[in-house]
Structures are given as C-alpha cells and as structure tokens.
C-alpha cells in the first residue's frame, strides 16, 4: 500500500496526470504511459481539449500505442464525456488529452477503461510497468502488426448528442424554448455544448466558441473568469448561460439576474430537481459538500454518501451503491441514467430542463438556505504537500478530523476542511460556518497554520 500511495503521488493526482508542459508532461511521459495502457490492445480512442499543447502530446500518444500494435481512433477535439461514451460503445480504453481547468501552460492525460476513469490501483499498475521499461523497444511489436490511425469526430459528437436527447425531456424544452448562452473558453465544448443545446430546444446564442483559438477568458469557470458573461446574460435579457472548463465535464450556471449560481447553491438546486422525482434516492457528493446539501437531502429522507474529492471516486460509489446521482461543488455532475463520468454537456441541457420546468434559476436559487462559505489555496510544491499536511494534523484546532481526504472537522458553528490538491501545487482550505463572524474568525485560524505548514 506505501509502494502504490508514493507512486501516485510522483505522477497521477486526483484527476490522471496534470502538470507543466512541455516541462513536466511532455511527449516523452505520454509515450511511456500509452505504450504500456494500450499494451495487448486492439484499439484506443483519443482526443484533447484544444489547447497548443495537446497536437503534440496527442500524436505521442497515438505513437505510443500504434507502436504496440494498438488502432488509434482519434476524435479530435471533443469533451471528456464524449470520448468516455465512444470508449463505452466501443468497449476500449481511452485516453484524453486535457489539464481540465488549468491554465494554458498545463496539460496532462485523463485514462479510461470502456468509458470508466481508471481507479487508483489501475493508474498504479500503468506506472509500475513505466519504471520497468528501460526502453520502448522492449514493448514495440513487429513492423507489419503496427497500429493504425483512423478518424472517429463526427461519429463520437454524434452519439454523445443522441444520448442527451434520451436523457432530458425535450419535449418539455421544445415547449419553453429558453433562451441560453453557451460559453465554452474556445475549448473542447466549442465542438458540441450549443448544438446539444438546439437539439434539446434551446435557443442559443455562443460565446467563446471558437475550438482551437486562444479563449478570451481563463480556463476555469468562476465568478472572476465570467464577469463578461454575467453581463452579457443581463444586456441579452437570456433565461440563463452556461460557462465550460477546458474538457467541458463541468458546467457552471448564470442565471438571468446575471448572477452566477453559486458552486453550492447549482448543486443543491440540481439534487432538488432529481429528489423531486425520487424522493427517496441516494446521492453522491464528495467531503467538500456544503450543510446546505446535507441539509435538502435530510428534508427528503434521502441518503447522501460521501466519498474523497474526485470524479472517478465519485462515480465509483454512485456504481457500488446504486445512487441516481452524484455531484462535487466544482460543478462535475454524474448522472447514473448517462455517463459513468461528469458531463458537463448533459448538465447544459439538465438545466434547461429545470428551468423549463417552471420557474426561473434565479427563484430556485432564493429557495436554498445557505451559510457563509469560504474557498481558498495556498501555494505549495507538491513534493512538500505530506510535509505541510503532517505540521496543520500536529497544530490542528478543531475536533478530531475526519481523514477520508485531508482533514474535515465538523463543529457546532459548522465545519473546515484543508486538504492537498490533487491537481495543482496548492493547499486547499474550505470553510463554512452558520454566521459571518464565526466563519472569519475560524478562517483566520486555519490560514494561519496551513500558511506556516507551507513554508
């Protein structure tokens, strides 16, 4: 278990492989970790999200497994979801080329076993057999088996659309006819998010939509990075926008007062709309989940089942347990209906069924009792992140934590979580407390400490 837990750490996170490129994750790394996940395979699909990086790391990537026989099926530029569908109707493994919502300077691969994000033990096994290759010669097969290249864009698009249209109640949409933006940072949901939108009835009109060109925004979808979209919803007078990450896995909602959602509120607002119909299902979140939706699937009688930060932890006990439906506050939605991964392009159009439902996102939003929240990170280099977080456990102010990921203490003010980033050289601190002094006061606690720890 050590052996596995080091390894993880040196290159997989939270979330596959991120980091620096070409510094860090570069055509080199790509080869090794495709060669060796595609080796005794018939086939791979691969795509990436747009970014300058991800031509180059892709062709390593179709290199690294045509060397060892595999077919390489390359979809382009597309979202995570998609390729995940093509890799579950195709029953094959698949790569994605993607640093999500990082910055452009990053990139890295997400992997997937018939449309399933690998689980730790999996990734484990990849690197394992990387530090054992002394060279890529010792994998590559004989000149006449070599694999090939061969298109599958349109077709993945295609069926990931056709899915969706399953999924939601266009009728419903048709009927209301909201009026939508779609913002997708010129990135990978450039390539389908408004055309998903119009089949389910929608009417859409795009920003940042240009696959391939440099975005007029930052990656990451947050209140800051959408301030012209927020504007842009009110001088439009549209029922709501939708704003994309890098792979399009998230989606993050403006309403029509021009305001975002807010990261807990869409949540909790997409759990009511689903307990509605089931009042009695169980839902998945991670331990980064707020009181507020604790406190809607308790009014429901509903069971909430907590797991460590990750998409693919999260979707792995929505399999286990039978949930209809599991979110993280990022904005990443599983749906069990769906995908066996976040779709952000299914969570456009499963808003737009909410709204069309009958009331305004703005109203939903006033029907959730929230608390003062607090998100922050400190920066810290991930060799140094153990360290840190054995200084906060020795100095830690709260009740005994909660350690499923990090440490998580829950008070009768409300609750703290500080935990490493799995994606990004940080420390992250969460906060939520049931009035704004207690909130403050606790926050300048636990800053003080993670700031020392990461010195």
Request: aromatic share 6%; glycine share 6%; with cysteine.
């Amino acid at each position: 278990m050590e052996f596995r837990e080091s390894i993880i750490m040196s290159i997989f996170g939270t979330s596959g492989i991120r980091d620096l490129c070409p510094l860090k994750v570069n055509p080199q790394i790509v080869m090794k970790v495709s060669s060796v996940f595609c080796k005794a395979k018939k086939q791979v699909a691969i795509a990436y999200d747009s970014r300058q990086s991800g031509q180059m790391l892709k062709s390593a990537s179709s290199c690294g497994a045509m060397q060892v026989g595999a077919n390489a099926y390359d979809l382009g530029i597309c979202p995570t979801p998609t390729l995940s569908l093509y890799s579950q109707m195709k029953k094959c493994p698949a790569i994605m080329i993607t640093a999500s919502h990082n910055p452009y300077e990053y990139n890295g691969l997400k992997l997937f076993s018939n449309g399933v994000e690998l689980d730790a033990w999996q990734e484990a096994q990849i690197e394992k057999g990387i530090n054992n290759i002394d060279n890529l010669k010792t994998l590559q097969t004989d000149w006449k088996k070599c694999g090939q290249k061969y298109d599958a864009h349109d077709y993945a698009i295609d069926e990931h659309i056709k899915l969706i249209c399953k999924k939601v109640d266009v009728s419903l949409i048709k009927k209301q006819k909201p009026n939508v933006i779609v913002d997708c940072a010129n990135m990978a949901g450039s390539t389908i998010s408004a055309l998903a939108l119009q089949k389910c009835g929608c009417l859409v009109q795009k920003s940042n939509c240009d696959a391939g060109q440099i975005s007029l925004r930052p990656l990451e979808p947050n209140e800051k990075n959408l301030k012209n979209l927020c504007d842009m919803v009110v001088d439009t007078k549209s029922d709501f926008a939708i704003a994309h990450d890098g792979d399009a896995d998230r989606a993050i909602i403006v309403a029509d007062d021009g305001k975002l959602l807010g990261l807990d509120t869409q949540l909790a607002i997409a759990v009511m709309h689903i307990l509605d119909k089931n009042p009695h299902a169980k839902i998945v979140s991670t331990v980064e989940s707020s009181l507020s939706l604790r406190e809607i699937v308790e009014s429901y009688k509903a069971e909430l089942q907590i797991t460590p930060v990750g998409s693919a932890k999260v979707a792995s006990l929505m399999r286990e347990n039978g949930a209809v439906f599991g979110g993280e506050p990022c904005g990443e939605y599983v749906f069990a209906n769906a995908l066996p991964t976040p779709d952000g392009i299914m969570s456009g159009a499963f808003f737009a069924q909410i709204f069309s439902d009958g009331q305004k996102l703005s109203s939903l939003a006033k029907k959730v009792k929230t608390y003062p929240i607090m998100r922050d990170k400190i920066a810290c280099k991930n060799e140094l992140k153990q360290t840190a977080m054995s200084k906060i456990k020795a100095k830690w102010p709260f009740c005994t934590p909660n350690t499923i990921d990090g440490l998580r203490s829950d008070e009768k003010w409300g609750w703290v979580l500080v935990r490493p980033s799995g994606t990004e050289p940080y420390i992250r601190i969460t906060i939520e407390a049931k009035d704004d002094n207690e909130l403050k006061k606790q926050f300048n606690v636990i800053k003080t400490i993670v700031s020392q720890a990461c010195k």
